[in-house]
C-alpha cells in the first residue's frame, strides 16, 4: 500500500468521525509494515505491558494454503512477551477438529518452533459468565483459559463465508471457544453438542449468530479482566477465512497492522479500510466488500458497542509518521 493511498484511508475514516468528537474515541494505532518488526512496534505504540502467565490467540489455519499468521511474522512478539500460543479445535471435521491431527498440523506449519503451543481444549472445558445472555447463558471455552493472566488476541483479519468477516472479535469468540462452545454460539444458543452442530445453524437467524459471537468476545474479555489487547493483520484480505483449507486468492493488496485496547474500535477501524479502499484493476476491495454485506457482518461490531465491550468512535493513528 503506497503513502497515497494510506494517506487518503486515514482521511475518509478520520473525516467520517470528526462529528463524533463530542463522546470518547478510542486510540487505533496503524502502521504499513507487516513484518515481525512492525508487529513488535504496533505493540509497543499501545503502552501497555503484557504480564503475567500471557497467553497469544492465534489461529492455526486449516492447511498450509490458508492465510494464517506465519511463525516468521509472530515470532519476535511471541518472545517479546515470553506468550504462549493458544489454540482450540474446530467444530467442523477438518484436520483441527481431531486433537492428533490439530498437534500435527502445529508441528507441521512450525508454530512449535515459535514458542509452546496449548491447545486449550484439549483436556476439557468450562464455563464462563456472559453479560449479554439474550442468546447464550455462558461462553464455553478450553478449561486451559485458566492459566493465563493476559491474552494478546492476535488475529488476521479477512473475510469469512458465514461471519462476513474474521478480526479480534471473532477471534476472541470463535477462536476462544471450545468444539462445544462453538458449536453453542454458531447456533445462537441452540445447542452445546457439535453433534447437532449443522442442523442447529439451518435454524440460527444470521444476527443472532453474530450477536453472540459479540457476546462470546465480551465474555472473554471481562474473564481476564481487561487484560487484553488486540492486534489485527490486514494481510493475504481473501474473502475465505483461514478455516477454508482452499481460500480465494486475495483480490486486494495488504494494507497494514493495527492494534488498540479495544476490539470493537479495531475491528471497525480495519472495517472501514476495507470500505473507503481506493480499487483499481489488480487491487480491488470490491469482492471482500459484498462478502461482509452480504453476511451484514458490520452487525457483529454494532452488538459488541451496544452491549458495551467498546465504541465504534476512534481515532486512527499512523506510527509510520512518528
Request: charged share 25%; hydrophobic share 35%.
Amino acid at each position: 500500500m503506497n503513502g497515497k493511498l494510506f494517506s487518503r484511508c486515514i482521511s475518509a475514516v478520520c473525516i467520517t468521525f470528526v462529528a463524533l468528537s463530542c463522546s470518547a474515541q478510542s486510540k487505533v494505532y496503524m502502521t504499513r509494515d507487516i513484518s515481525a518488526e512492525g508487529l513488535v512496534q504496533i505493540y509497543e505504540a499501545l503502552g501497555v505491558k503484557a504480564e503475567g502467565k500471557v497467553c497469544v490467540k492465534i489461529s492455526t489455519g486449516e492447511s498450509a494454503e490458508s492465510n494464517q499468521l506465519k511463525p516468521e511474522l509472530i515470532k519476535q512478539l511471541v518472545r517479546r512477551v515470553n506468550g504462549t500460543l493458544v489454540e482450540c479445535c474446530t467444530a467442523y471435521g477438518g484436520n483441527r477438529q481431531d486433537v492428533s491431527k490439530h498437534w500435527a498440523a502445529v508441528e507441521e506449519r512450525g508454530y512449535k518452533d515459535v514458542a509452546t503451543v496449548d491447545l486449550m481444549d484439549e483436556y476439557g472445558e468450562m464455563r464462563i459468565p456472559v453479560k449479554d445472555s439474550t442468546h447464550i447463558k455462558a461462553d464455553i471455552v478450553g478449561n486451559h483459559l485458566r492459566c493465563y493472566d493476559y491474552m494478546i488476541n492476535l488475529a488476521h483479519f479477512k473475510g469469512h463465508t458465514m461471519g462476513g468477516f474474521g478480526g479480534v472479535l471473532k477471534n476472541a469468540s470463535i477462536g476462544v471457544a471450545s468444539t462445544n462452545g462453538k458449536a453453542y454460539i454458531h447456533s445462537a444458543g441452540r445447542t452445546d453438542n457439535v453433534s447437532d452442530l449443522w442442523g442447529k445453524v439451518k435454524e440460527t437467524p444470521q444476527d443472532e449468530f453474530l450477536e453472540s459471537m459479540a457476546a462470546a468476545a465480551q465474555a472473554v474479555h471481562d474473564y481476564f479482566g481487561g487484560k487484553m489487547l488486540y492486534i489485527n493483520v490486514m494481510n493475504n484480505l481473501s474473502v475465505d477465512c483461514d478455516c477454508d483449507g482452499h481460500p480465494h486468492a486475495p483480490e486486494m493488496k495488504d494494507v497494514g497492522i493495527l492494534a488498540s485496547t479495544d476490539p470493537v474500535a479495531l475491528d471497525k477501524a480495519c472495517v472501514d479500510l476495507v470500505f473507503n479502499y481506493d480499487s483499481k484493476t489488480g487491487d480491488d476491495a470490491k469482492a471482500l466488500q459484498e462478502r461482509i454485506n452480504t453476511r451484514h457482518g458490520i452487525h457483529t461490531i454494532e452488538h459488541a458497542e451496544k452491549i458495551g465491550l467498546g465504541t465504534t468512535n476512534y481515532q486512527l493513528i499512523s506510527i509510520d509518521l512518528r
